[in-house]
Protein backbone atom coordinates (compact mmCIF):
# COMPACT_ATOMS: atom_id res chain seq x y z
CA UNK A 1 0.00 0.00 0.00
CA UNK A 2 1.13 3.26 -0.86
CA UNK A 3 2.86 5.22 1.94
CA UNK A 4 0.52 7.86 3.14
CA UNK A 5 0.40 10.22 5.76
CA UNK A 6 -1.24 9.14 8.79
CA UNK A 7 -2.94 10.66 11.50
CA UNK A 8 -1.85 9.06 15.11
CA UNK A 9 -3.52 12.12 17.06
CA UNK A 10 -5.93 11.34 19.69
CA UNK A 11 -8.06 13.52 21.71
CA UNK A 12 -5.44 12.98 24.65
CA UNK A 13 -2.96 14.64 22.56
CA UNK A 14 -5.13 18.08 22.53
CA UNK A 15 -2.68 19.80 25.25
CA UNK A 16 -4.67 22.66 27.26
CA UNK A 17 -2.11 24.50 26.45
CA UNK A 18 -2.14 23.91 22.37
CA UNK A 19 -5.45 25.28 22.87
CA UNK A 20 -4.05 28.62 23.85
CA UNK A 21 -1.25 28.60 20.61
CA UNK A 22 -2.61 29.79 17.40
CA UNK A 23 -2.78 27.83 14.74
CA UNK A 24 0.31 28.12 12.86
CA UNK A 25 2.54 27.71 16.25
CA UNK A 26 -0.02 24.28 16.06
CA UNK A 27 0.91 23.40 13.26
CA UNK A 28 4.47 23.96 13.42
CA UNK A 29 4.49 21.81 16.82
CA UNK A 30 2.57 18.92 15.42
CA UNK A 31 5.35 18.40 12.47
CA UNK A 32 7.69 19.14 14.85
CA UNK A 33 5.90 15.85 16.33
CA UNK A 34 5.92 14.02 12.88
CA UNK A 35 2.58 14.88 12.38
CA UNK A 36 3.00 16.21 9.47
CA UNK A 37 -0.18 17.35 7.72
CA UNK A 38 -3.34 17.53 8.90
CA UNK A 39 -4.29 19.10 12.74
CA UNK A 40 -7.93 20.38 11.73
CA UNK A 41 -8.39 23.94 13.04
CA UNK A 42 -11.15 21.84 14.79
CA UNK A 43 -8.92 19.83 16.70
CA UNK A 44 -6.22 22.88 17.27
CA UNK A 45 -9.16 24.52 18.84
CA UNK A 46 -11.71 23.41 20.78
CA UNK A 47 -12.66 20.05 19.59
CA UNK A 48 -14.46 18.33 22.76
CA UNK A 49 -15.92 15.25 21.45
CA UNK A 50 -19.90 14.82 21.86
CA UNK A 51 -20.79 12.04 24.35
CA UNK A 52 -21.40 8.79 22.96
CA UNK A 53 -25.23 8.82 24.20
CA UNK A 54 -25.65 12.16 21.68
CA UNK A 55 -23.92 10.23 18.91
CA UNK A 56 -25.61 7.34 19.52
CA UNK A 57 -29.25 8.53 20.22
CA UNK A 58 -29.88 11.22 18.08
CA UNK A 59 -29.52 10.36 14.42
CA UNK A 60 -30.22 10.14 10.47
CA UNK A 61 -30.61 7.05 9.06
CA UNK A 62 -34.00 7.28 7.48
CA UNK A 63 -34.06 3.75 6.47
CA UNK A 64 -35.17 3.14 10.21
CA UNK A 65 -37.90 5.68 10.41
CA UNK A 66 -37.16 9.63 10.08
CA UNK A 67 -37.17 10.50 13.55
CA UNK A 68 -34.11 11.37 15.31
CA UNK A 69 -34.59 8.82 17.68
CA UNK A 70 -36.16 6.53 15.41
CA UNK A 71 -32.18 4.89 14.32
CA UNK A 72 -31.70 3.98 17.94
CA UNK A 73 -34.75 2.26 19.05
CA UNK A 74 -35.11 0.52 15.33
CA UNK A 75 -31.41 -0.63 14.09
CA UNK A 76 -30.81 -3.02 16.89
CA UNK A 77 -32.75 -4.89 13.52
CA UNK A 78 -29.57 -4.32 10.90
CA UNK A 79 -27.55 -7.75 10.73
CA UNK A 80 -24.02 -6.74 10.69
CA UNK A 81 -22.57 -10.45 10.39
CA UNK A 82 -21.15 -11.76 8.15
CA UNK A 83 -21.11 -8.57 5.93
CA UNK A 84 -19.48 -7.99 2.31
CA UNK A 85 -18.88 -4.53 0.11
CA UNK A 86 -19.06 -5.29 -4.15
CA UNK A 87 -16.78 -2.84 -5.00
CA UNK A 88 -16.96 -3.06 -9.35
CA UNK A 89 -17.21 -0.55 -12.08
CA UNK A 90 -13.66 0.63 -13.05
CA UNK A 91 -11.20 -1.26 -11.30
CA UNK A 92 -8.87 -3.59 -11.53
CA UNK A 93 -10.25 -6.84 -8.89
CA UNK A 94 -13.73 -6.14 -8.71
CA UNK A 95 -15.47 -8.66 -6.24
CA UNK A 96 -17.08 -9.13 -2.90
CA UNK A 97 -15.17 -8.14 -0.24
CA UNK A 98 -15.66 -9.62 2.87
CA UNK A 99 -16.21 -7.38 5.98
CA UNK A 100 -13.44 -9.40 7.92
CA UNK A 101 -10.71 -9.31 5.32
CA UNK A 102 -10.98 -5.40 4.71
CA UNK A 103 -10.51 -4.59 8.47
CA UNK A 104 -7.43 -7.19 8.81
CA UNK A 105 -5.48 -5.36 6.16
CA UNK A 106 -6.63 -1.93 7.13
CA UNK A 107 -5.15 0.44 9.63
CA UNK A 108 -7.50 1.91 12.17
CA UNK A 109 -7.05 5.22 13.88
CA UNK A 110 -8.75 7.50 15.71
CA UNK A 111 -9.83 10.79 13.71
CA UNK A 112 -11.81 13.54 15.76
CA UNK A 113 -14.52 15.37 13.69
CA UNK A 114 -16.97 17.66 13.38
CA UNK A 115 -20.12 16.51 11.69
CA UNK A 116 -22.77 19.42 10.65
CA UNK A 117 -26.07 18.04 8.99
CA UNK A 118 -27.71 20.26 6.50
CA UNK A 119 -30.32 20.83 8.94
CA UNK A 120 -28.15 23.04 10.90
CA UNK A 121 -27.06 20.88 13.88
CA UNK A 122 -23.73 19.27 14.63
CA UNK A 123 -21.74 17.29 16.80
CA UNK A 124 -18.13 16.14 17.43
CA UNK A 125 -17.41 11.93 16.30
CA UNK A 126 -14.60 10.28 17.25
CA UNK A 127 -14.61 8.08 14.77
CA UNK A 128 -12.34 4.89 14.34
CA UNK A 129 -11.87 3.84 10.78
CA UNK A 130 -9.63 3.94 7.60
CA UNK A 131 -9.00 6.00 4.72
CA UNK A 132 -11.12 5.16 1.84
CA UNK A 133 -7.99 5.92 -0.64
CA UNK A 134 -6.79 2.29 1.19
CA UNK A 135 -9.77 0.71 0.35
CA UNK A 136 -9.69 1.67 -3.27
CA UNK A 137 -6.56 0.46 -3.46
CA UNK A 138 -6.96 -2.91 -2.53
CA UNK A 139 -9.60 -3.01 -5.59
CA UNK A 140 -7.25 -0.96 -7.77
CA UNK A 141 -8.88 1.95 -8.76
CA UNK A 142 -8.30 2.27 -13.06
CA UNK A 143 -7.46 5.35 -15.09
CA UNK A 144 -10.97 6.75 -16.60
CA UNK A 145 -12.54 5.97 -13.26
CA UNK A 146 -13.90 9.84 -12.33
CA UNK A 147 -16.17 9.09 -9.84
CA UNK A 148 -16.99 6.76 -6.83
CA UNK A 149 -20.35 5.34 -5.93
CA UNK A 150 -21.87 4.19 -3.16
CA UNK A 151 -24.90 2.13 -2.23
CA UNK A 152 -26.61 1.59 1.59
CA UNK A 153 -28.29 -2.15 2.22
CA UNK A 154 -31.60 -1.75 1.12
CA UNK A 155 -33.40 -4.78 3.29
CA UNK A 156 -37.14 -4.75 3.98
CA UNK A 157 -37.42 -6.96 6.70
CA UNK A 158 -34.64 -5.91 8.70
CA UNK A 159 -35.44 -1.58 8.01
CA UNK A 160 -38.97 -0.39 9.07
CA UNK A 161 -38.45 2.68 7.62
CA UNK A 162 -37.64 1.49 3.73
CA UNK A 163 -42.04 0.94 3.47
CA UNK A 164 -42.17 4.69 2.97
CA UNK A 165 -40.58 6.08 -0.45
CA UNK A 166 -39.15 9.12 1.35
CA UNK A 167 -36.25 8.01 -0.47
CA UNK A 168 -35.52 6.16 -3.64
CA UNK A 169 -34.21 3.57 -1.92
CA UNK A 170 -31.24 1.97 -1.82
CA UNK A 171 -29.88 5.28 -0.60
CA UNK A 172 -27.56 6.59 -2.81
CA UNK A 173 -23.97 8.58 -2.59
CA UNK A 174 -21.34 9.70 -4.85
CA UNK A 175 -18.02 11.86 -4.27
CA UNK A 176 -15.27 12.93 -7.15
CA UNK A 177 -12.44 10.20 -6.73
CA UNK A 178 -10.46 13.46 -5.59
CA UNK A 179 -12.32 14.01 -3.07
CA UNK A 180 -12.61 10.18 -2.17
CA UNK A 181 -9.22 9.65 -2.41
CA UNK A 182 -8.73 13.26 -0.03
CA UNK A 183 -6.89 11.83 3.16
CA UNK A 184 -9.45 13.17 5.18
CA UNK A 185 -11.96 10.84 4.01
CA UNK A 186 -12.44 7.68 5.90
CA UNK A 187 -14.15 4.58 6.06
CA UNK A 188 -15.84 4.73 10.26
CA UNK A 189 -16.03 1.31 11.68
CA UNK A 190 -15.86 2.57 15.03
CA UNK A 191 -17.00 5.37 17.61
CA UNK A 192 -15.23 5.65 20.56
CA UNK A 193 -13.20 2.81 20.03
CA UNK A 194 -15.65 0.72 20.28
CA UNK A 195 -17.82 -0.97 16.76
CA UNK A 196 -19.83 1.51 15.05
CA UNK A 197 -23.42 1.22 16.67
CA UNK A 198 -25.64 0.12 14.04
CA UNK A 199 -27.68 3.63 14.09
CA UNK A 200 -24.64 5.05 12.96
CA UNK A 201 -23.73 2.86 10.02
CA UNK A 202 -22.53 -0.33 10.87
CA UNK A 203 -20.43 -2.03 10.20
CA UNK A 204 -18.73 0.73 7.38
CA UNK A 205 -20.36 3.92 6.68
CA UNK A 206 -18.41 6.89 5.04
CA UNK A 207 -17.13 10.01 6.81
CA UNK A 208 -16.66 13.09 4.88
CA UNK A 209 -16.43 15.80 7.35
CA UNK A 210 -16.80 19.10 4.88
CA UNK A 211 -19.73 18.01 2.91
CA UNK A 212 -22.98 18.01 4.73
CA UNK A 213 -23.86 14.93 6.52
CA UNK A 214 -26.19 12.91 4.26
CA UNK A 215 -22.93 12.62 2.14
CA UNK A 216 -21.36 10.61 4.24
CA UNK A 217 -23.40 7.83 3.74
CA UNK A 218 -23.87 4.58 5.90
CA UNK A 219 -24.02 0.65 6.00
CA UNK A 220 -21.89 -0.06 2.75
CA UNK A 221 -22.66 -2.51 0.42
CA UNK A 222 -21.71 -1.38 -2.93
CA UNK A 223 -18.90 0.84 -4.17
CA UNK A 224 -18.95 1.42 -7.73
CA UNK A 225 -15.87 3.17 -9.71
CA UNK A 226 -17.63 5.32 -12.33
CA UNK A 227 -16.66 7.82 -15.38
CA UNK A 228 -19.76 9.54 -14.46
CA UNK A 229 -21.07 11.77 -11.27
CA UNK A 230 -23.82 9.17 -10.06
CA UNK A 231 -27.00 9.84 -8.93
CA UNK A 232 -27.15 10.81 -5.43
CA UNK A 233 -30.64 10.21 -3.07
CA UNK A 234 -30.88 14.08 -1.77
CA UNK A 235 -30.15 15.21 -5.47
CA UNK A 236 -32.30 13.19 -6.75
CA UNK A 237 -35.05 13.93 -4.35
CA UNK A 238 -34.61 17.95 -4.58
CA UNK A 239 -31.81 18.80 -7.04
CA UNK A 240 -32.45 22.60 -6.37
CA UNK A 241 -31.94 22.14 -2.08
CA UNK A 242 -29.30 19.28 -2.07
CA UNK A 243 -26.17 19.21 -4.88
CA UNK A 244 -24.03 16.60 -5.87
CA UNK A 245 -21.11 18.58 -3.72
CA UNK A 246 -22.63 19.78 -0.76
CA UNK A 247 -19.56 21.28 0.60
CA UNK A 248 -20.83 23.08 3.91
CA UNK A 249 -20.60 26.64 3.69
CA UNK A 250 -21.87 29.05 5.59
CA UNK A 251 -22.32 31.84 2.50
CA UNK A 252 -24.99 29.40 0.07
CA UNK A 253 -28.33 28.88 2.18
CA UNK A 254 -30.70 26.60 1.67
CA UNK A 255 -33.54 27.37 -0.10
CA UNK A 256 -35.47 27.00 3.19
CA UNK A 257 -33.08 27.86 6.09
CA UNK A 258 -29.70 30.08 6.37
CA UNK A 259 -26.73 28.25 6.67
CA UNK A 260 -24.57 31.03 8.23
CA UNK A 261 -24.91 28.88 11.66
CA UNK A 262 -25.59 26.14 13.77
CA UNK A 263 -27.22 24.05 16.88
CA UNK A 264 -24.57 21.89 18.84
CA UNK A 265 -26.21 18.99 19.71
CA UNK A 266 -25.52 18.90 23.48
CA UNK A 267 -25.41 22.41 24.34
CA UNK A 268 -27.88 22.50 26.39
CA UNK A 269 -31.16 24.93 25.93
CA UNK A 270 -29.79 27.91 25.89
CA UNK A 271 -26.57 27.51 24.78
CA UNK A 272 -25.94 30.14 21.68
CA UNK A 273 -25.98 28.89 18.15
CA UNK A 274 -22.46 28.57 16.70
CA UNK A 275 -21.02 30.20 13.46
CA UNK A 276 -20.99 27.71 10.49
CA UNK A 277 -16.74 27.48 9.29
CA UNK A 278 -16.59 27.34 5.66
CA UNK A 279 -15.77 23.92 4.72
CA UNK A 280 -16.62 22.80 8.43
CA UNK A 281 -13.59 24.29 9.20
CA UNK A 282 -11.80 21.94 6.84
CA UNK A 283 -10.80 24.75 4.23
CA UNK A 284 -6.53 24.76 4.78
CA UNK A 285 -7.15 20.95 3.88
CA UNK A 286 -9.70 20.64 1.00
CA UNK A 287 -10.14 24.20 -0.52
CA UNK A 288 -7.99 23.15 -3.40
CA UNK A 289 -9.84 20.69 -4.62
CA UNK A 290 -12.38 22.95 -5.52
CA UNK A 291 -10.00 26.11 -6.84
CA UNK A 292 -11.94 26.87 -10.52
CA UNK A 293 -15.67 25.96 -9.40
CA UNK A 294 -18.58 28.69 -8.42
CA UNK A 295 -19.66 26.88 -4.84
CA UNK A 296 -22.78 28.79 -5.89
CA UNK A 297 -23.54 27.04 -8.74
CA UNK A 298 -21.57 23.59 -7.40
CA UNK A 299 -24.01 23.72 -4.42
N1 LIG B 1 -28.02 5.12 4.47
C1 LIG B 1 -28.16 6.31 5.03
N2 LIG B 1 -27.06 7.04 5.30
C2 LIG B 1 -27.18 8.25 5.89
C3 LIG B 1 -28.45 8.79 6.20
C4 LIG B 1 -29.60 7.99 5.91
O1 LIG B 1 -30.76 8.37 6.16
N3 LIG B 1 -29.40 6.76 5.35
N4 LIG B 1 -28.54 10.06 6.75
C5 LIG B 1 -27.42 10.97 6.51
C6 LIG B 1 -27.52 12.21 7.27
S1 LIG B 1 -28.67 13.34 6.75
C7 LIG B 1 -26.66 12.51 8.29
S2 LIG B 1 -26.68 14.03 9.06
C8 LIG B 1 -25.72 11.50 8.81
C9 LIG B 1 -25.94 11.31 10.30
O2 LIG B 1 -24.98 10.44 10.83
P1 LIG B 1 -25.06 10.04 12.38
O3 LIG B 1 -26.45 9.51 12.61
O4 LIG B 1 -24.01 9.01 12.58
O5 LIG B 1 -24.81 11.28 13.18
O6 LIG B 1 -25.86 10.23 8.17
C10 LIG B 1 -26.08 10.30 6.76
N5 LIG B 1 -26.03 8.97 6.19
MO1 LIG C 1 -28.07 15.29 7.66
Known sequence: MAHRWKNDLTRDDITPEALFLNRRQVMAGLAGLGLAGLSTRAEAETLKPNTWDE????????????????PAANAHR??????????????????????????????????IYRLRCVEAWSMVV??????????????GVRSGAKYVAFETAYRPEEMPGVRFPVI?????EGLRLDEAMHPLTIMATGIYDRPIPNQNGAPLRVV???????????????????????????????????????????????????????????????????????????????????????LTKFF
Open 55 to 70: ITSYNNYYEFGTGKGD
Open 78 to 111: LTTEPWSVTIDGLVERPGEYQFDEIMAKMTIEER
Open 126 to 139: PWNGFELADLLALA
Open 168 to 172: DWPYR
Open 208 to 294: VPWKYGFKSIKSIVRITLTDKEPPTSWNMLQPNEYGFYANVNPKVDHPRWSQASERKIGGGLFSQREPTLMFNGYEDEVAALYEDMD
